[in-house]
């Protein structure tokens, strides 16, 4: 039930007044209202964790700052959460980037900094005017995805570029609820890994990719792109299409190289499209928590290779007096198809002909397919193929 | 669906039947998943164990194809119990008393009898059911693929309309459409009684609509449906246009098929990969897959959404519609469309239920707040913002028809000779025929080839250990593949992929179609399995997946 926004607690964030419904975060609040906080650990589909510290903000009375992705509104609370109206904030940002990067390659990174999804972290380092305070050495294993050791064609994981907020861990734990990844070993050895470091193949893993979509900094990227030396997804054209697959409907972006293929176009990954903002009224909760629309199965995520497949037909055939098909010109086999549907028709009658449409194709193929049944052929012989 | 996806989460009692949702619609279970997260209480209704199962509160086990047993005896306990609507009944509905009369002889300690599930179960799923307002039943194959599959249906309807457990946010009825598009193929007039728009082929008044529209006189007579089409091929049918389907691996029954479309004059196949069914082809037209055009594909939610080209076919192949447009013109017509939008026009602005669609306004259609596109039919003009869930306020057809069904027993069960069930279905990881999944490298390494699951105690019986090649055999004919053994089946049944061409699951298949639909008895026929003599295909490794967990404990002793 939403209540009248004139009966709804309130907190000032930043000097502003805001209404909040309960149950909503700070984080939240802040959001819709057009507070910009950064956060590489939060995804409305998951329980906030409070791990990267990028989100931290000012609560009066409280003397430490507190994560907003996981601290109610209350009402009455003063938030401060923009480094403009907080010092503390500002010297907060600068120096949690600033550690995150003696971890990090930055822009460093021979595969560059946009190996996977784009990478947030290097993006807030440079708003938030992150220094370079040095390297450190990087203890970390990345078994998983490795190339001899895992061969699963799709996820690769790259501990140099992983701050650990254990995004993709808690998406394999509380959204595809497989849990074929976790957070392993110890201190500064700590990583991601699969239990016994199997493949991800011998694992519960539903190849979802929900990981590599999760992931703030492309440690947990595909590995097509990586091993094909495909261009990086900022150089990729990104079109909205709905997927092929099941009945759901989910939409996603085919990321196209536009001029592989002989400048036909070839599909270099699938991505989830971007959040639109929030709406600004005051959400309960549920309704913004992270809607499905942008989750996708492995199926959707993966499964689009067959469209450059060498097997695909390309060349009409005709089956000759010999009993093989033979290539034809499109003319010669369109003649020939018409031709015979009006052999049969012409010698056993109109209803002699049956037309099985597909379900697969879109709405305009199939209503031509029982308008030719119908308007050219005379018959109501027409059925889609998942009829039984 | 009467119903959104976006709905689920929020709902207080989840009835799944017949769909391993987990597998064959991912991201809705995933909805699901949050609701139980969340606090919903899931029941599932299924003869073997799934995903879903495992985070259920209830798992109905049933004896596959005894599904009416089950829902009358749900019906049975709400009425008697007195936990109908009745408000609801008598304002909304008709037929009420012609099905509390017959849910009365179904008892739930006979349905316990007959469905293997606990009579105590069977009260306790119907009470939550009836007594939960926000009650959804979300269901698939797994009911309508029997020859009563149509009276599984109406018993599930029944329910819904005795609860009022309609037109309200996360309850109704909730088919999930298998495929991208079956939703709107069917709304395009590719069915055998209907023109776009569910307008009836045998109306007077529609037909004369087409034919001024058309140009052409229209046929009055209802035509074959496919299960039918199949039948009559090579006798009453004698020519065939096929649309991106493998008859000859998706239909049942496909030996007795195969030897009927030798009789066949001629047949054209249009295509984007060489299927099992272009040895029957006499022309094949090389077709696009779905990023190489532009049209509509309309979800399980009635959602019409944009299908976009992002890349060209391959040299030589091109566009369905296009092909189409073509084939039309080379059989003498003259039609005006240039493009998907045309056809879109004319295809939604004769029908009412889709008059306010257009590829224009589904392009300018932004996301709403929960992240979703398109726009749910119905959707009358182009004012309409779509609709949600259907039935708000009052049942579509003016009263919901409550309608009384018996229990019958499936066309062929498990005898002497074939002494399983054998069910058949869908994977994770490959989509129906395969033509596309199984050209992905990493979905084929998952799932290599043809496998049966059957419960150790069968296994043992015939002396089969898990990984043994095995033939399983049915009057129809006989495939090989590897035994998986597993508890995730009953004792006594025995279930199969239908993804593998070098196996075909439909040899196997009975085509016993349902009295209404002619869909197909996929889910039940009577099988036996043994060890294969010469087994010729690879010995697969199957990589790791949820149901093996349990793998030790399978193990045949």
Known sequence: ?388 | MTNSIREIRDADFLFVIGSNTTEAHPVIAMEMKRAVRDGATLVVADPRRIWLTEIAEKHLQLNPGTDVWLLNAMAHVIVTEGLVDKAFIETHTEGYEAVAETVKRYSPEEAERVTGIPAEDIRWAARKYATTKKAGIYYTLGITEHSHGTDNVYALANLVLMTGHLGGESMGLNPLRGQNNVQGANDAGATPIYYPGYQRVDDEKVRAKYEALWGVELSPEPGWNLNEMMKKAGDEIRGFFVMGEDIILSEPNVLALEERMNRVEFLVLQEIFPNETMRFADVVLPASGFAEKEGVFVNSERRMQRVRKAIDPPKGARADWQILLDLAAASGASWHHRTPADIFDEFAQHAPNFAGISHARLDAQGEDEDGYTGLQWPCPDPDHPGTRYLHEGRVLRGKGLLTAVEYRPSDELPDEEYGLLLSTGRTLYHYNAATQTRRDPGLDTKQPGAFVQLHPRDAKKRSIRDGDPVTITTRRGSIDAIAHVSRQVKPGCIWMALHFAEARANVLTNDKGDAVTGTAEYKVCAAEVTKASDYTGELHEFRGSHYQAGHAEDAPS
């Open chain 1, 1 to 388: 039930m939403i209540q009248r926004t004139d009966q709804l607690p309130t907190i000032e964030l930043d000097g502003r007044q805001i209404t909040f419904h309960p149950g909503e975060s700070l984080l939240e609040v802040a959001s819709r209202s057009g507070v910009q906080i950064p956060t590489l650990c939060h995804d409305p589909r998951l329980d906030p964790a409070g791990a990267c510290r990028s989100c931290l903000v000012e609560v009066e009375g409280q003397r430490r700052l507190l994560p907003s992705c996981a601290t109610p509104a209350v009402d009455g609370q003063k938030v401060t959460a923009s480094p403009e109206h907080s010092p503390r904030i500002e010297r907060h940002r600068k120096s949690l980037f600033s550690l995150y990067l003696t971890e990090h390659p930055g822009e460093d990174h021979p595969d560059g900094v946009e190996r996977g999804a784009p990478n947030k972290l290097v993006r807030a380092a440079k708003a938030f005017g992150a220094e370079d305070w040095g390297k450190l050495e990087n203890l970390r294993d990345d078994l998983l995805g490795d190339r001899s050791h895992d061969e699963n064609p799709y996820i690769q994981f790259d501990s140099d570029l992983c701050i650990l907020c254990a995004k993709c861990t808690r998406y394999c734990d509380e959204v595809e609820s497989v849990s074929a990844i976790t957070l392993a070993g110890r201190g500064s050895e700590t990583t991601i890994a699969t239990p016994d470091g199997r493949s991800l193949l011998d694992t519960t893993c539903e190849m979802c990719g929900g990981c590599v979509a999760v992931c703030p900094t492309g440690a947990m990227g595909e590995k097509k792109p990586k091993t094909h030396k495909m261009p990086v997804e900022a150089e990729l054209e990104k079109v909205r299409t709905t997927c092929n697959y099941c009945g759901v409907g989910c939409q996603f972006d085919l990321n196209v190289d536009p001029a592989a293929r002989e400048g036909g176009g070839e599909i270099v990954k699938v991505t989830s499209p971007t959040p639109a903002p929030p709406p600004p009224t005051p959400q309960p909760r549920g309704r913004t928590g992270g809607s499905t629309a942008r989750t996708r199965c492995g199926k959707g995520r993966f499964g689009y290779d067959f469209l450059h497949h060498e097997d695909r037909l390309k060349t009409p055939l005709v089956r000759g007096a010999d009993g093989e098909l033979h290539p034809a010109t499109w003319d010669e086999a369109l003649a020939a198809a018409a031709a015979g549907l009006r052999g049969v028709q012409e010698r056993h009658g109109k209803d002699a002909l049956a037309f099985v449409s597909s379900s697969r194709c879109t709405v305009e193929e199939n209503f031509l397919v029982q308008k030719l049944s119908r308007a050219v052929f005379g018959t109501n012989n027409v059925h889609q193929c998942a009829a039984t």
